[in-house]
């Protein structure tokens, strides 16, 4: 399973880079503005800065809900650097654009998806990603985990390509289900990841053999 961090924040996309273990970003213009990155210019600069730290995809999302403002910002995007997926809306217009860039060689992540119905036609168009926002279902009590299951099952029947990247995880156990139940990929905050780094017992076992070495010496 791949993981990818869910920010903007360039400290934060360095130290999960230098944890080892970070194979991309996710990014939306709301974490762009909690950045206090603003103007055109200065996010498209953002966007390459962040591909100078990490290797592998970084999502960066079109802001037009109409297919002409879509395919426009997402040209102008997967320019930036080879690196960017242009992250699409799961609307209609969407699903055209999907298909639009799937057709002309740009990859793809359709976001907001919150139904398996949603899944299927992102998967229909192309897109490279395919991004179920599994907290907000959670949110409103509904099984956000159920519909990754769900999902996976689907495109396991018919061999789509599209890789399912779990979003809106809330926290560390939500990353410990996604891998057991298929997701390709999870996008999360760095406080989640560093959370798989935890175990009462890793804390007790170190303490002993370091207490052990002192005592030895």
Avoid: W
Avoid at 87 to 97: D, H, L, N, S, T
């Amino acid at each position: 399973m791949k993981f990818f961090i869910d920010t903007a924040n360039l400290a934060q996309i360095a130290e999960a880079q230098e944890l080892g273990c970070l194979d991309g970003v996710t990014t939306n213009p709301s974490l762009m503005a909690k950045e206090g990155i603003k103007g055109h210019d200065n996010v498209m600069q953002h966007y390459q800065d962040i591909c100078t730290i990490v290797s592998g995809d970084v999502s960066a999302e079109v802001i037009s809900v109409d297919f002409d403002g879509m395919v426009k910002e997402g040209k102008e995007l997967a320019s930036i650097n080879p690196q960017i997926v242009v992250k699409v809306p799961m609307i209609e217009q969407g699903v055209r654009a999907l298909r639009y860039f799937t057709d002309n060689g740009i990859r793809t992540n359709c976001t907001l998806v919150f139904s398996v119905g949603q899944a299927l036609l992102a998967a229909k168009a192309g897109a490279s990603y395919v991004s179920p926002f599994i907290g907000r279902i959670d949110d409103i009590s509904s099984d956000g985990l159920a519909l990754i299951e769900e999902i996976r099952l689907v495109y396991d029947n018919y061999g789509f390509e599209t890789e399912i990247l779990a979003a809106s995880i809330r926290h560390t156990m939500h990353i410990v289900h996604c891998a057991k139940i298929g997701a390709d990929v999870i996008t999360s905050p760095l406080s989640a990841i560093k959370g798989l780094l935890k175990h009462p017992l890793t804390d007790i076992g170190l303490e002993k053999f370091l207490s052990d070495y002192r005592e030895s010496q």
